[in-house]
């Protein structure tokens, strides 16, 4: 029975329990911190409460939010629920951050990826050799290599005409795609020996000699025409389109007169092409100046060009495939006029010969090309000249008439003279069938890049100075209309 009652009052709180049950009861709800800092080890109750303002304080979003809501403390809730909703705002922008550095993420991965798979599909192509069947019919690595930069060129300055700027992206386009393909000139070296002394030589590499001459001169002369381009940006001229509404008005959309200088060479006009237009009181001094300067720049880098060009083509194996087409005679080839005035002339004189034909057309221009290098190669035959590669000074002193007393090597030095003004006087004369077969039968990688950067560099610079021509031939016009 005693038993009974011992574990009866065991059950039963004792006083000290009473009391602090009464005390948590009536304890004021804005003293939250008291009730949290209590010491009693047996209470279970301040747990929570710690919890929830560590909760709070770390900003964590796994407290459970009913239990607060359930509390005694009414101030607690409503405290609470503004934490609950700035923490909703924080997600919610928190999210949107996410989502918007996840589009940028996005953007550039997108464009990564396509410039990836375009350099995939560059790689293919050149192992392939342009033969998509994978059979290896496709042409040598050379020929791929220089159809690629004129591909490029025709894409980027293709629907380029105009004095203006290129966009970033063409330019970005450019620069990338040609450093890929400058990049193969890296690896074409040449082993040269060096001395140690004590009679100990060693083998160094280096890079070949062309390429080390002429691709720093073509980076620069490429970097002079970005240059020429960017520096039309505030211009006193302007284009419009043929046919356009504007060129139809009578102030050609401004104050303007505009007219379209027709190239003495092409009988056919180009009527895509742009017309420019000037005020009309003309250009003014500092722009005249100003066009005059840039079209000597692109005159000269045409020129450079067309020297490189011109060498490196020089430099290449004449492939068998023309050689037995030549006919047996230089003679033959030019025609009894020709021959003539290069045989019986004490003095020749290319400029003569040339106004004594009258070319009226670039189609003649180029089939005379095809004539007289013809007649060139076939003299340099029979006197040895193809054997090995010629170097420029010997052609230039060939051209200087220093080429012996042979009578092969005089009518070869004057067909060269002859081919090289009239290359000079129709700078846009297209290749000849032998620049054609050179550039299709070539194996060397490095001459082809050579070949093709300096030609796509040398048509750039043409089409620059034709441009500034049409801009001063309307400037011209208009100023001499008003006086």
């Not at 607060?68 to 629920?81: A, K, M």
């Not at 005035?341 to 004594?356: N, R």
Request: aromatic content about 6%.
């Amino acid at each position: 029975m005693s038993q009974h009652k011992h574990s009866s009052r065991s059950l039963e709180p004792t006083t000290k329990e009473k009391d602090y049950r009464v005390l948590m009861e009536s304890s004021p709800s804005s003293d939250q911190n008291e009730v949290s800092a209590s010491e009693t080890p047996t209470s279970s109750v301040s747990s929570p409460y710690r919890r929830t303002y560590s909760d709070i304080s770390g900003l964590s979003h796994r407290f459970d939010v009913q239990s607060f809501y359930n509390r005694p403390s009414n101030t607690n809730g409503v405290v609470l629920s503004g934490h609950e909703e700035d923490l909703s705002e924080d997600a919610a922008e928190s999210k949107d951050n996410v989502d918007e550095d996840h589009d940028g993420d996005s953007d550039i991965d997108s464009a990564e990826d396509a410039e990836l798979e375009m350099m995939r599909e560059r790689f293919a192509k050149l192992l392939l050799g342009e033969d998509m069947s994978g059979s290896g019919k496709g042409v040598c690595t050379a020929v791929t290599v220089s159809n690629s930069i004129t591909n490029l060129y025709a894409t980027v300055f293709g629907q380029s005409l105009r004095l203006q700027p290129l966009s970033t992206e063409k330019k970005d386009l450019w620069k990338r795609e040609m450093n890929c393909f400058m990049s193969i000139c890296d690896y074409i070296v040449e082993v040269i020996p060096r001395s140690l002394g004590n009679n100990v030589e060693i083998t160094e590499t280096k890079l070949r000699s062309d390429i080390l001459m002429n691709l720093p001169a073509l980076r620069k002369l490429d970097n002079m025409l970005m240059d020429i381009l960017d520096g039309f940006t505030d211009n006193e001229f302007w284009y419009v389109e043929r046919g356009s509404s504007s060129m139809n008005s009578n102030n050609g959309g401004r104050d303007s007169g505009s007219f379209r200088k027709v190239v003495v060479q092409r009988k056919d006009e180009k009527w895509w092409l742009p017309v420019p237009c000037v005020p009309a009181e003309g250009l003014s001094e500092e722009e005249r100046k100003h066009l005059r300067h840039k079209r000597d720049c692109a005159n000269q880098i045409h020129k450079a060009a067309l020297a490189i060009n011109d060498s490196t083509l020089n430099d290449m194996d004449i492939p068998d495939s023309y050689l037995t087409t030549l006919p047996k005679s230089g003679k033959a080839s030019v025609g009894d006029v020709i021959y003539k005035q290069l045989c019986t002339a004490e003095k020749f004189y290319p400029d003569q010969l040339l106004d004594i034909l009258k070319i009226s057309s670039e189609h003649e221009a180029l089939e005379l090309a095809d004539k007289v290098e013809a007649s060139l190669v076939t003299w340099r035959r029979k006197t040895g000249g193809l054997a090995h590669s010629r170097s420029s000074w010997d052609m230039m002193k060939d051209m200087g008439g220093e080429a012996g007393n042979d009578k092969n090597n005089i009518l070869a030095a004057r067909a060269r003279s002859l081919l090289f003004c009239l290359k000079q006087r129709y700078p846009e004369l297209s290749q000849t069938s032998l620049d054609i077969c050179k550039i299709q039968f070539n194996r060397d990688v490095g001459k082809a890049v050579l070949e093709s950067y300096s030609r796509v560099l040398e048509g750039l610079a043409y089409n620059v100075v034709s441009w500034i021509d049409d801009v001063l031939y309307v400037d011209r016009t208009v100023r001499n209309r008003d006086d």
